[in-house]
């Protein structure tokens, strides 16, 4: 059964849509806009298996129109750490399944942030840092952590992908085979806590077409965005992430 949504929010579902479609192809800053928005339709943390079909949707054509692009180093260096931290979030889901964790994740991207940020101003700080096998591991970890909590990982992979400094094509293909494959890998660990059901997928599945428009609209705008603001954009769509992330109730 569909939710009985009056039109607005049927429409601020769409816009949503959109934005994954956008954020899977191009700008994953955007995501913090249908969290917020799937967050305030379907309050608590069943939010994010309702979500996820369609993230996984996005994932896919994301796929499909940057494969060619990914950098298999960089996804190989944080998808084992990605699922440990799946695991632990979902072990932190059944602990505390009424617990509220966007400030919490909030918190660890405004760190990361604030981090690429200082290396912005002092390219000669943490020079090596980002190349570092224990950085991909906290990265991976956190991203996997905030994905299984609140689907809000795009902030911290892009953050991840910028410090690395991968250039635009290669950013969005990395960063979408990732998310393919640690979407795909928490399709049973919320199949289990019970927040996909056939209702969800009815709802995922009317959304589908603004998830492709959003897809070709991010891959429109991509090569119309000089590398450079490319990566302000990143950076300001982390910290706007972060500051609505501490502030959201």
């Known amino acids: 059964m569909l939710p009985d949504f009056s039109w607005i929010q049927w429409a601020a579902a769409a816009l949503a849509a959109l934005g994954i479609g956008v954020s899977k192809s191009g700008l994953p800053g955007i995501s913090l806009l249908h969290v917020l928005i799937f967050a305030h339709l379907f309050p608590g943390a069943a939010t994010t298996g309702v979500v996820l079909p369609m993230l996984v949707c996005g994932d896919i054509g994301a796929v499909l129109l940057f494969r060619r692009h990914a950098r298999w180093y960089y996804v190989f260096r944080t998808i084992p750490p990605a699922l440990v931290g799946v695991v632990a979030g979902w072990m932190i889901l059944r602990a505390f399944p009424g617990m509220h964790f966007h400030p919490v994740i909030g ?122 603001w490319f990566d302000t954009l990143i950076l300001l769509f982390a910290l706007m992430a972060a500051g609505r992330l501490l502030t959201s109730k």
């Open 107 to 228: 918190s660890i991207v405004l760190v990361l942030a604030v981090l690429q940020l200082v290396r912005t101003w002092k390219p000669g700080l943490f020079t090596n840092l980002p190349h570092t096998l224990g950085f991909a591991w906290g990265m991976g970890l956190s991203a996997g952590l905030t994905t299984m909590l609140a689907n809000a990982a795009g902030p911290v992979m892009g953050l991840y992908l910028l410090a690395v400094e991968l250039p635009k094509a290669e950013f969005v293909g990395t960063s979408a085979w990732f998310f393919l494959i640690m979407n795909v890998l928490k399709i049973p660990f919320s199949l289990q806590l019970g927040f996909i059901t056939p209702a969800t997928l009815l709802f995922n599945l009317l959304l589908l077409p603004g998830i492709i428009a959003g897809l070709f609209l991010g891959k429109w705008l991509i090569p119309r965005i000089p590398q450079k």
